[in-house]
């Protein structure tokens, strides 16, 4: 007995623990296409870009005729030069002497020489009634030459204030004319201004739609060179949704009764047999 219960007690402590190990992995038709999309992605990152260069576009022909202009200066200045020509003429003395009227000096004449006759004729009459050299002849000569130089001077003096009229009024006429050309003056470099203004403005839409165009033939280019990685993003977003099919195999180990402890039971059985008939 002693042997069956000490070969129980040894066989019985053999048994290993059970353990369970699984592969799992993508279905095989999923994992190749994926391997594939790897491979693709992996010869378009190793084929390079040459990127477009970024470029701007140059300025208008308008623009260039723009800066042209904006370099020439003195755009009135003639124009103003004569206006203060002009302010500073009228601003000096008045010339008379130019608006005398020369047939004046025809009036002043005919006066006198009217006059020189009535002389004659009083000096003869004079002579004719015996007073000739006498007081009242005198006296008669000189109203008379009195009345000659009174209208020699009425004709001057009218003749001067014509010419002073005529030189004052081409004093403010040159004033007037003077303001105006200032004006003028001012009004061309206002429209030079506003010819650069429109000349830029015009200019510059030109380039900015230029240089649109510029921009959105680079962005096609980028998108062309671009497209192999976008499909390959596509197919990967759409693997990543894809299925979920797996595939796995499982290898288990259970605990097993060895050979020595089969045996020993079975002996233990036949004897507790036998005493229970032996007793019987």
């Known amino acids: 007995m002693s042997f069956f219960g000490g070969g129980g007690g040894r066989g019985g402590g053999g ?43 140059p300025f208008t022909q308008l623009e260039q005729t723009a800066l042209q202009r904006a370099g020439q200066t003195g755009i009135g200045a003639a ?54 050299g006498g007081g009242r002849e005198g006296v008669a000569q000189a109203e008379l030459q009195n009345r000659i130089l009174g209208q020699v ?3 001057r003096q009218q003749g001067f204030g014509t010419a002073l009229s005529a030189a004052q009024n081409q004093q403010r006429t040159q004033a007037a004319v003077g303001q105006q050309l200032l004006g003028a003056g001012q009004q061309q470099q206002q429209m030079g201004q506003q010819d650069l203004q429109q000349l830029f403005g015009a200019g510059g ?9 510029l921009d959105a033939q ?3 280019t980028l998108q062309q060179q671009f497209e192999p990685y976008q499909r390959a993003e596509f197919l990967a977003n759409l693997y990543a ?36 008939a032996k007793t019987g």
Request: proline fraction near 7%.
């Open 15 to 57: 048994s290993p623990p059970s353990t369970t190990t699984s592969f799992v992995r993508e279905a095989p038709g999923i994992e190749e296409r994926k391997l594939e999309l790897m491979d693709i992605a992996r010869g378009i990152a190793d084929k390079p870009i040459n990127l477009p260069d970024i470029q701007v576009s």
């Open 153 to 155: 001077g009425r004709a």
């Open 205 to 213: 839409i030109q380039r900015q739609l230029a240089q649109q165009v």
């Open 79 to 132: 124009t103003t030069q004569q206006g203060i020509a002009q302010l500073q003429a009228a601003a000096g003395a008045p010339n008379i002497q130019q608006f005398f009227n020369p047939y004046d000096q025809f009036v002043t004449n005919e006066i006198l020489r009217q006059g020189a006759g009535m002389q004659n004729q009083l000096s003869a009459q004079a002579v004719q009634s015996g007073a000739f």
């Open 241 to 276: 949704a894809g299925p979920k099919s797996q595939s796995g195999v499982t290898a288990a180990t259970a605990p097993g009764t060895s050979p020595l402890a089969q045996s020993i039971g079975t002996g233990l059985g036949a004897f507790a047999a036998y005493q229970g």
């Open 218 to 220: 680079r962005q096609s």
